[in-house]
């Protein structure tokens, strides 16, 4: 199913359908500040599993990522302390992902590496999600192909790529091919793992 959400005035309407989705057990992809990505709720163990096999990631070697809808909602799923805290409140929300050590709020799956992604991204729809939703959602980004850059832009094509993996696809206009830049946070000092999207100063 593919929907229109407009960024500027999410439909209630349809941002209870997404949430209804995602609280079934569903998968969604939805725009973000960076690339489109393909989420569902981070709680729901066989969900996270059904994504990773699409993304063809094993949780057990690779970071997870999750989105909260805001500064209070990420300490309930990762350990944040005050420098952490402190940098995170001058960047978020926005396109970074910080690294952190996880919480007892999340399960097992994710503490098999002990760290967890934390996204907040400066994008009305997901945040609306989130907040709806009241569980972070786990998030990844749609497959990026440089020779056909449009299948992970235009959400008309990403709909016709995904169609058979996804429930639902939100279609709140053209997206990004940059992802985000990812800070580890869980040691000092911090370092910069990829850059992307967001510029930080770590200094």
Do not use: W
Request: aromatic fraction near 8%; proline fraction near 7%; include cysteine.
């Amino acid at each position: 199913m593919l929907i229109k959400i407009y960024p500027d005035s999410p439909n209630t309407k349809e941002i209870d359908r997404v949430v209804r989705t995602l609280q079934d057990g569903g998968l969604a992809i939805y725009p973000t500040d960076t690339m489109y990505a393909i989420g569902c709720d981070a709680l729901n163990v066989r969900a996270v599993e059904r994504i990773c096999k699409i993304k063809n990631v094993n949780p057990e070697k690779s970071n997870l990522s999750i989105i909260c809808y805001d500064l209070s909602n990420i300490s309930e799923y990762a350990k944040v302390s005050n420098q952490v805290f402190k940098l995170i409140r001058d960047y978020l929300p926005g396109p970074y992902t910080f690294i952190l050590p996880t919480s007892s709020g999340l399960p097992k799956i994710y503490k098999n590496r002990r760290e967890v992604g934390i996204r907040m991204p400066d994008s009305p729809i997901i945040q609306v999600i989130c907040r709806e939703l009241g569980h972070p959602v786990l998030t990844m980004s749609v497959q990026y192909d440089e020779d056909e850059p449009e299948y992970s832009t235009d959400p008309e094509l990403i709909f016709e790529r995904y169609a058979e993996d996804v429930d639902l696809v939100i279609d709140g206009g053209y997206g990004d091919v940059e992802g985000s830049t990812v800070i580890n946070c869980t040691s000092e000092p911090f370092t910069i793992l990829r850059q992307g999207k967001g510029e930080i100063n770590l200094t």
